[in-house]
Every structure is written in structure tokens, then in C-alpha cells.
């Protein structure tokens, strides 16, 4: 491969004759990308076969990530950065009268993901890489992803997300390695001429899993991990009664998009297929290459260990069963001690509607030798219940795997799994003592928590170059390898020059976000105003409500007051909602009607403008992150099961304005009360006042500059159509404000009063936000996979 520019310009001109019949003047930009990324990928694929034979020679432990999601983002800058080639290939290119941002612009936003869940999963396998450790994931090859979100006329439209338009240029097909994963038909049960019960799957309906592999590259170093993206296809073995056409078409379905429709019937059916899918075809193929390497599958929960990234993975427990008692032939108590030995299960939420339950029938009808699997497990479960807590009828029937005509997959998870771990302190001790109080009773051991952490290469180093280049002069740059050294920087916190380059940079950015939130929105935004940002998936938990809230107050306070003054603040949202979520989308209509109504009145757009960028991803989280002036992150407390966008803002200097809820708790901690604020009941009073009648009548009617805010829901506000929010006001006020919005705001807005007053005095402002930065190395991914590497995984470095 290249070692310079002149051999990359050498190679690069070549293939793009060779590919494309052209000369480099006459080749399509579309052209050179392409040819491009395959290079990158060519290079990054050199060690993958040694890495490979190195993990087989001395017989080296491997983790499997197993996740519906992997929000990875763009590749190309990324890999050329952690390849060390990103200057060369740039300068080459540069020779060439090529401007590598262009080539840079035409990659999609790989659509494998949908928010947080799959952008953690995306940093783990950055820093999993980087530290030479031995970490692959697994997850389905969507065609579509989520989908991409559209504005019109405030409204949210969906529409097909075409991310692999232009192809993806990172995978490389492996049909030979595709596998045979089966559905519906029947079991029939007859004995072999041992006499051993056999488990025939008749009248199933075969699918080819077919994988594509994309290699994982570390920063400046030799490991290549690989993620692979299972893709269905229709199998040669048709089914007997069915329409072949009928059978493609289903069959093209599963890997359609991410999190299908679950409103219907068919759509919930979907989701359990993609489930199934891809963890059965992930497990066969890690056997099949366990096998390659070892003589049986004895040890094989010693050398391979997997993480099942929240609940939707949990059905690989029952399918191992499957594959070691039915392929295999192993008894179940061997089975079980492999299965229950393989598996680590992270929890990502405590809402009770997001822990998947799944009806029995459905599993009875698409999976039946798996639901007889389960069937055996809860069988066994509850017995072990019973020498537990005999004398605890309750508990016995509240911890069941299947109960109430539903199998319940957290409770399958806990029970098949030898880890069960939170992703932030306050979530995991809520798991313990509430959630999952009965299965910590039961399983103490197994508890821990692994606080959520992102790649602080991606989202500090290659995003925000300026602040990569203070870092440098000050601190050195080998944060870029020991996030932890970022403490370094309190050293500087109080430095006049440094806090005026910090400033500089900060100014910097958020001129950048204002061309793009023109492109974007063709919205003018003041450079010098606050930058106050919520960006994350809207839920009625996570409250973007309480912040359009806030705007429809501070509206009231400027028409009624002539001598109001604040300092000019742009409020940005930025998030997508599920399409069949009416209350979400009602709330992006509201944000737009509130933008719409003051961005063009003089007297309000002098104090506050209203942003909402369409089509939130990874890509616009770059620009976002680092230009931020105020991360909200205002969930109700006790709700949010960490977040790691709230981490990402805090590497680029942001102030955290939040509630004590999530990781919000320990940067709180890690940072200092005076370089945050924090506001808002906390997790142990919001329960309390789910507990002691909370009567948000009573609540709302004792604020009256609430009250007004909350009725003028009901009226045509500011040109909307006669009760266009009716639905949001009946969430507050019928559903009792179960989210305790109107708890918290009058917190809220004298959080807001906080922030103009720090925002005053600059020296103070910037000290804050370098603390910020210096104490944010707590939150790196790299740190965070040592932990489950040490404690969980047991895996170690290959270098």
C-alpha cells in the first residue's frame, strides 16, 4: 500500500482508470469517492488477516457486541485519522485539484442506528480497536436505516433514509459464509437410534443470512477489529405454502430499516423476526469459526464472551441452548453452564414499557423450538425461585420469564446471563434497589454498573481541530491515547491567554453552525448569542416540552414587559420522533410554530431565536457538539438511563444545565456544582411524588405565569389551528404531568437566570467551560472498556 502521497497519487489515478475507463479530470466526484473509500478500506484491511491468525495462535479470548444498533456515523476522516494517512492522502488528493472535504460530504451517515444505544456501540468499537483488545460486533445490514426526517409546514415527514445510495464502500460481502437461519413450521420430536430425543424443525420457512464484514480500525495501532452487518436474502429452499413472490417480499422486509412499525400486529412480528435473525445467524458463524479453531465447543464460553446490548438481543440465550442441545447434542445442564457463562447483558433503561415483553403466541408461532427452550428455562427458573423465597409466593410469580401470557426478555437476560450491568451510577443503583430489586436479591453477584463513555478521538480530536490544537500546545497530545490526561488542562484554567483561545475557539465554531444552520433551515442565527441545545430523540421523558415551555414564558415576559433585557439566545433543537408517536410529533409542531412566530417579530428576535435542525445524526451532532454554548439535558430524574450526548457536549466546553438524572449525576460530580447547573427535583423526590399524590391542578394553579403558558395551549397559538395542542395539554394535565414538568419549572427558569449571569463575566465562563473539558476524560469510551474488558469480559490487549 502507499507510504506517501506520490504512491497514493500513483495508485489513486490508477484505479480510477482501471474502475471507471476515465482520466482524473474527467472522473465524477461520486467516482472518486468511491474509488477512494475503497482504498481506505483496502488499507485498513492489512492487518486483518494477521490479526486474525494472532487471535487463533495463542488462543486469545474474544468479546461479540450484539446490538439492533451501530450508529457509526462517516468513516472516511475517522479512518484516515486513525490510520495515520489522513495528511497524506489529503495532499495527494489536494495535487490533484481534488478537495478531499468534497469527496468527505458525499458519505452517508451509515443508517444502522437510531440514537444514543447504537452511538454508544459505535464509540465502543473505536475505542475496543484503539486499545488493541480483540471486540467484533454484530448487528443487521439495514437498507434503509430509521428513516430520514423531514420538515413541512412544522410537520415531521418520514422518508426512506437511502443511505447505501452510492453503495458502502467500508464492507466487503462474504457469501460463503452465509447461514441458514429458520422461521414458523412445526416441531416434531422422535428418537435416533440411541435413543436420544431429536427435535425436528418441519415446515419451517428458511432465510439466507448473508454477512458483510467492515474492518474496525484503532487509532496507530495494528489491530483490526470487524463489525459485521448480517443482510437477509431468499434461500433456495422455498416454502411449501407460500407464494415465492409473497416469501421475497417478506423475506426483503427484515432488513428494510431499523425498528420497524410495532403499531400493528405484522410490524410486531417483524421486530421479533429482525431479533432472531441476526443473533441466531451471528451465533452460528462464531461456532463455525470456534470450531475452525478448536476441537468442540467445550470451551467455548472461555474463549468467547458476548454482550448483548440491551433487550433486544436477549433471544441468542435460547438459540445457544438450541444450537449446543439440538446440533450438538450436549445435555442441558452443560448447555446451560456454556450459555450461562457466555453472555453479559446490559440494561439501557427502567420504563417499564421499554423492557421488551413479547406475547406467548407470537414466540409459539415464529419461533417454536426456541419458545420451548424458554419454557424449559422459566421452568427451571422458577424452581430455583422456590429454594430461594419459598415463602414468597409474590416474588416468585413477580420474577417469572413468562407470566401474563408474555415472555419477558429482561428477565430471560438475568437469568441466562453471568453480568447484568447499568450504564450509569444512579441507573444501576436504581436497577438494585427498585427495577430489579427481586433479581439483585436473587443474584447480587451479577450486578455492576459500567457508566456509558464515548470515543474522545471522534468527538473531541478529529471534530473540533481548534480545540485539538489548544489541547496540544498546552497539554501535549497524548490525551489523544490517555483521555485521562486531560486533567492536565486545570492547570491552564485560570490563564488569561488561554481562556481567550478558548473563547476565540468557541466563537470559532459556532460560526460554523451558523452557515450550516442556514443550509439547513435558511434561518439567520446571531454568531454571538447563547447557543442553548437540546438535541436527542424526543420523548415525552426526556422533555423537550419543558423547554418549548420555557420559550412560550419568556415570549409572555417580552410582550409584557417593555424594559425586559436578557442576553440574545438561540434555543437549537435538534431530534427525530418514532412515526407512529402522535405526542412527539405534536411537539415538533410546537417548536415550529414558536420559531415561526419569533423569528420574524423584532421584539422578540432581538432576545431569542428558535432553530430546529431536521434530520438529527451522527453528522449534525458534529457540528452541534462543539459549537455549543448550553447542553440540556433535563430529563425527568430517574428517567434517563445515563445519555452520552451530555458527555459529548461536555468535551467540547459546553455548561450542562440538567436535572440529577443519568450520567448528568457524575459529571455533576466530576465537574463541580460551579461548573454546572443543576436544577430540578432529583430521582428520589420525583418518586416520591409519584408516590404521594402529586396533583398537577394544584401544582400548575400555584404558578400563574405557568398557568397562562400551559391554557394558551387550548387557543390558536400563534396562528396554529383551534386546538392543534390539545393532545399536550391533555398529556400534562389528564395524564397528571406524569414527566413532572411543572414541578421543575420554576427550577427551570431561574436555571436559565444562572446561566445569563455566568455568561456575563467571560473569564469565569471560559474557566468554567475549560473545567469542563480538563475533567471530562472520565467519560471516555477507552475507560470505559477497560472496565468491561477487566471486569467483565476478561480480555486483554493483542499488543
Not at 198 to 207: K, L, M, N, Q
Not at 236 to 259: A, G, H, M, T, W
Not at 740 to 768: N, S, T
Not at 769 to 779: E, H, T
Request: net charge negative; hydrophobic share 40%.
Amino acid at each position: 500500500m502507499f507510504q506517501n502521497k506520490h504512491e497514493f497519487k500513483r495508485d489513486f489515478i490508477q484505479r480510477i482508470e482501471e474502475t471507471y475507463g476515465r482520466s482524473i479530470a474527467q472522473s465524477h466526484k461520486t467516482e472518486r469517492y468511491m474509488v477512494l473509500g475503497e482504498m481506505v478500506r483496502d488499507y485498513a484491511s492489512i492487518h486483518w488477516k494477521a490479526n486474525k491468525e494472532r487471535i487463533a495462535d495463542v488462543q486469545a479470548k474474544q468479546m461479540y457486541y450484539f446490538s439492533m444498533e451501530f450508529l457509526i456515523g462517516r468513516l472516511l476522516t475517522s479512518n484516515l485519522m486513525n490510520l495515520g494517512i489522513y495528511d497524506i492522502v489529503k495532499d495527494g488528493l489536494s495535487e490533484l485539484s481534488i478537495d478531499i472535504n468534497e469527496l468527505e460530504l458525499l458519505e452517508s451517515d451509515a443508517g444502522l442506528g437510531n440514537g444514543g444505544l447504537g452511538r454508544l456501540a459505535a464509540c465502543f468499537m473505536d475505542s475496543l480497536a484503539s486499545l488493541s483488545l480483540p471486540g467484533h460486533g454484530i448487528t443487521l445490514r439495514y437498507e434503509y436505516g430509521l428513516f430520514q426526517q423531514k420538515i413541512i409546514n412544522g410537520y415531521q415527514v418520514e422518508v426512506p433514509d437511502q443511505w447505501l445510495r452510492l453503495g458502502n464502500v467500508w464492507e466487503i460481502r462474504k457469501p460463503k459464509h452465509a447461514i441458514d437461519v429458520k422461521f414458523w413450521g412445526r416441531i416434531e420430536m422422535r428418537k435416533d437410534e440411541k435413543g436420544e430425543v431429536v427435535f425436528d424443525h418441519v415446515d419451517a420457512e428458511h432465510v439466507l443470512a448473508v454477512p458483510y464484514d467492515m474492518p474496525v480500525v484503532g487509532k496507530d495501532t495494528d489491530q483490526t477489529n470487524t463489525l459485521r452487518l448480517w443482510s437477509a436474502e431468499a434461500s433456495d429452499v422455498l416454502p411449501k405454502n407460500k407464494d415465492f413472490r409473497q416469501y421475497i417480499s417478506e423475506v426483503n422486509e427484515i432488513c428494510q430499516n431499523v425498528y420497524p412499525d410495532d403499531s400493528t400486529e405484522y410490524g410486531r412480528f417483524l421486530r421479533l423476526k429482525q431479533q432472531y435473525f441476526f443473533v441466531s445467524a451471528g451465533l452460528q458463524a462464531l461456532i463455525k469459526a470456534h470450531l475452525r479453531v478448536y476441537p468442540n465447543l467445550d470451551t467455548f464460553h472461555e474463549k468467547i464472551v458476548m454482550q448483548l446490548n440491551d433487550t433486544h438481543p436477549i433471544l441468542a440465550i435460547p438459540e445457544l441452548m438450541r444450537i449446543l442441545m439440538d446440533d450438538f447434542h450436549y445435555k442441558w445442564d452443560v448447555a446451560w453452564n456454556i450459555v450461562s457463562h457466555s453472555f453479559a447483558y446490559t440494561n439501557h433503561t427502567i420504563l417499564s414499557e421499554a423492557l421488551e415483553r413479547w406475547p406467548v403466541q407470537y414466540i409459539q408461532a415464529l419461533l417454536p423450538r426456541i419458545y420451548m427452550i424458554i419454557e424449559e428455562i422459566n421452568r427451571r427458573f422458577i424452581n430455583e425461585l422456590r429454594l430461594k423465597f419459598p415463602n414468597d409466593i409474590t416474588k416468585q410469580n413477580q420474577m417469572k420469564i413468562i407470566k401474563d401470557g408474555q415472555v419477558h426478555m429482561a428477565h430471560l437476560g438475568i437469568a441466562g446471563s453471568f453480568s447484568i450491568n447499568g450504564v450509569a451510577k444512579l441507573h444501576s443503583d436504581i436497577l438494585k434497589n427498585d427495577v430489579l430489586k427481586d433479581f439483585y436479591d436473587l443474584y447480587p453477584e451479577k450486578f455492576n454498573n459500567k457508566t456509558n463513555g464515548i470515543t474522545h478521538r471522534r468527538w473531541l480530536t478529529y471534530t473540533n481541530p481548534q480545540l485539538h490544537a489548544l489541547l496540544k500546545d498546552t497539554i501535549g497530545d497524548d490525551y489523544v491515547f490517555e483521555p485521562s490526561k486531560l486533567e492536565a488542562l486545570m492547570d491552564f484554567v485560570d490563564d488569561d491567554g488561554v481562556q481567550q483561545w478558548f473563547l476565540k475557539i468557541k466563537q470559532e465554531r459556532k460560526n460554523i453552525l451558523v452557515d450550516k444552520i442556514k443550509e439547513w433551515t435558511g434561518i439567520d442565527v446571531d454568531p454571538k448569542s447563547i447557543f442553548d441545545v437540546h438535541a436527542k430523540r424526543l420523548h415525552a421523558y426526556k422533555r423537550q416540552l419543558l423547554n418549548a415551555l420555557y420559550i412560550m414564558y419568556l415570549i409572555n415576559e417580552i410582550e409584557a414587559d417593555p424594559d425586559f433585557d436578557m442576553h440574545p439566545t438561540t434555543f437549537i433543537f435538534a431530534a427525530k420522533a418514532a412515526p407512529s408517536y402522535y405526542f412527539a410529533k405534536k411537539v415538533i409542531k410546537l417548536i415550529h410554530v414558536l420559531a415561526d412566530y419569533v423569528n420574524d417579530n423584532e421584539q422578540l428576535n432581538r432576545f431569542i431565536k428558535v432553530v430546529f435542525i431536521p434530520n438529527y445524526n451522527v453528522s449534525v451532532a458534529e457540528y452541534l457538539m462543539n459549537a455549543a454554548d448550553v447542553s440540556k439535558q433535563i430529563s425527568t430524574a430517574g428517567k434517563e438511563a445515563s445519555g452520552t450526548g451530555n458527555m459529548k457536549f461536555m468535551m467540547n466546553g459546553a455548561l450542562t444545565v440538567g436535572t440529577l438524572d443519568g450520567a448528568n449525576v457524575e459529571i455533576d460530580q466530576q465537574a463541580g456544582r460551579e461548573n454546572t447547573v443543576i436544577f430540578g427535583l432529583n430521582a428520589e423526590e420525583a418518586f416520591a411524588h409519584g408516590r404521594n399524590g402529586y396533583d398537577v391542578f394544584e401544582v400548575v394553579n400555584a404558578q400563574p405565569k405557568l398557568k397562562k403558558v400551559i391554557e394558551s395551549l387550548l387557543t390558536p397559538l400563534y396562528g396554529a389551528k383551534q386546538n392543534e395542542f390539545k393532545v399536550i395539554y391533555d398529556e400534562l394535565m389528564y395524564r397528571n404531568d406524569e414527566y413532572l414538568l411543572a414541578a421543575d419549572f420554576e427550577a427551570f427558569v431561574e436555571a436559565h437566570q444562572e446561566v445569563q449571569r455566568r455568561y456575563q463575566d467571560k473569564a469565569y465562563w471560559a474557566k468554567m467551560c475549560l473545567s469542563n473539558i480538563a475533567k471530562s476524560g472520565y467519560f471516555s469510551s477507552d475507560r470505559t472498556i477497560m472496565q468491561y474488558a477487566d471486569d467483565i469480559w476478561k480480555i486483554l490487549p493483542l499488543q
